[in-house]
């Protein structure tokens, strides 16, 4: 949805109110979260600018199945290294074996783009990355010190507000502009994203960060796809070949 939106900022500021909105009755009820997670909320929130940040710049730069694979596909070998050193969380040899997995899916696609677009898009996509592997570490922690996961992740999704008004503010005469279809779009692509980070971070309070991370990371394979039907992005054969080694790297480190 991001790719493809003439404006990106926009889109991610439609996303982001999609995260705050259905967050805000629950925001109302629930008891707050133990103050000691409340640091955690405020780093994720920032971070989480990096991303969105860094995300566009991505898009900007690339096609949809080199971009994604490589923001999302590595955030699992990053949070998984991350997690060793902070929350000191040992992974298995099983384990270790699917992050060379994901790390050799990446390597084949962006060897089968290696053009000087596609080499632009590196460092963006790479810092992306990064910014994944910190704010899921910062949650995973975050949720657990919070007593109350819901409630961390209620807060978390209310703090969108800042992004939102901060993107859609200056782009009120664009939202009336381009009509209330993409509004939608973007709207209810950030309430699935926010289900689907919210049912990760729950996750985390009961499995090691890294598995939860790979677990969720499987999407590169559907984003791989959608590139190659949606956008028309090629070659064809390259990206699903790498899209499918990111796959089975993941799967390894599930079942470790």
């Known amino acids: 949805m991001v790719k493809g939106a003439a404006d990106r900022a926009l889109s991610i500021g439609l996303v982001s109110l999609g995260h705050f909105v259905p967050a805000l009755p629950f925001f109302l009820i629930l008891p707050a979260p ?43 070998v990053l949070i998984a290294l991350g997690a060793t050193i902070w929350p000191g969380e040992i992974l298995s040899l099983m ?16 060897v089968s783009r290696a053009t000087g677009a596609v080499t632009k898009a590196l460092f963006p996509a790479f810092i ?21 996961p819901l409630s961390y992740i209620t807060w978390l999704f209310t703090a969108e507000i800042c ?11 664009l939202i009336r502009q381009n009509g209330v279809k993409q509004f939608l779009t973007g709207f209810s692509g950030g309430v699935l994203s926010s289900l ?26 559907l984003a791989a796809l ?26 390894l480190i599930a079942l470790s």
């Open 34 to 76: 133990d103050m000691a997670a409340l640091p955690y909320i405020v780093a994720s929130t920032v971070i989480h600018w990096g991303y969105y940040f860094f995300l566009i710049a991505a898009y900007k730069n690339s096609d949809l199945s080199v971009a994604y694979p490589i923001a999302r596909g590595a955030a699992p």
């Open 95 to 110: 384990a270790w074996g699917g992050i060379i997995g994901v790390s050799c899916g990446v390597a084949i696609l962006v």
């Open 128 to 148: 992306t990355a990064l910014m994944v592997a910190a704010y899921s570490i910062v949650d995973g922690i975050g949720v657990r010190v919070s007593g109350a």
């Open 163 to 173: 992004v939102t008004l901060f993107v859609l503010m200056p782009r009120r005469a």
């Open 196 to 221: 689907s980070y919210a049912l990760a971070v729950f996750a985390q309070t009961l499995a090691p960060l890294a598995l939860v991370a790979a677990i969720r990371e499987t999407s590169v394979i």
């Open 226 to 251: 959608i590139g190659v039907i949606w956008f028309k992005e090629r070659p064809v054969l390259m990206r699903i070949c790498a899209a499918c080694v990111v796959a089975f790297g993941v799967i």
